[in-house]
T-cell receptor, first 111, second 113 residues
């Protein structure tokens, strides 16, 4: 099956710093999503981004489908950004959009 | 405009009991997916359902686990004779179909004593 790898696995930032998270995938995908799992376990949709670039406030994401990677940028990080960031990909199957998740990046933002 | 609803949010069972997890998809969504997150791990796909049909159950354990999405009512993930290894967070997601974004519910955290 498709492999989804994320880097770095762990990241500690000082509040106000910027960071880039990476997601590599091993095959062509139909769709890619970024999620934030907060310290309470809730899974929050950040981006639905099969290709191109999108921005939402301090967050932006870029997917280069032909090169099989996606990047998530966090600018001016805040303590509330702490948690685990997952990318998940959908491959073209007989139906539906079953997602394969990456291993996640654990982010901690400190004061 | 409620999103994906799951209940209960927390469930405690003793070994050998049954666990029933419920999921109501977002209004207008006809595709339901169940995922499991074991402690310190990412989410793993379990099963994909549409109304009254199981489309893909390739991620479901072969025994004790079953899922349904009846014509009326929520989708149910049922775990019979639970064991400690079943302790995990179970997430439900819904979408309008292939190529559409999946929206996730808040999850049910199952603890088996």
């Amino acid at each position: 099956g498709i492999q989804v790898e994320q880097s770095p696995p762990d990241l500690i930032l000082q509040e106000g710093a910027n960071s880039t998270l990476r997601c590599n995938f091993s095959d062509s995908v139909n769709n890619l999503q970024w999620f934030h799992q907060n310290p309470w376990g809730q899974l929050i949709n950040l981006f639905y981004i099969p290709s191109g670039t999108k921005q939402n406030g301090r967050l932006s994401a870029t997917t280069v489908a032909t090169e099989r990677y996606s990047l998530l940028y966090i600018s001016s990080s805040q303590t509330t950004d702490s948690g685990v960031y997952f990318c998940a990909v959908e491959i073209l199957t007989g139906g539906g959009n079953k997602l394969t998740f990456g291993t996640g990046t654990q982010l901690k933002v400190e004061l | 405009n409620a999103g994906v609803m799951q209940n209960p949010r927390h469930l405690v069972r003793r070994r050998g009991q049954e666990a029933r997890l419920r999921c109501s998809p977002m209004k207008g969504h006809s595709h339901v997916y169940w995922y499991r997150q074991l402690p310190e791990e990412g989410l793993k796909f379990m099963v994909y359902l549409q109304k009254e049909n199981i489309i893909d159950e390739s991620g479901m354990p072969k025994e004790r686990f079953s899922a349904e999405f009846p014509k009326e009512g929520p989708s149910i993930l049922r775990i019979q004779q639970v064991v400690r290894g079943d302790s995990a967070a179970y997430f439900c997601a819904s979408s309008q179909g292939q190529g559409d974004a999946s929206l996730f519910g808040p999850g049910t955290r199952l603890t088996v004593l």
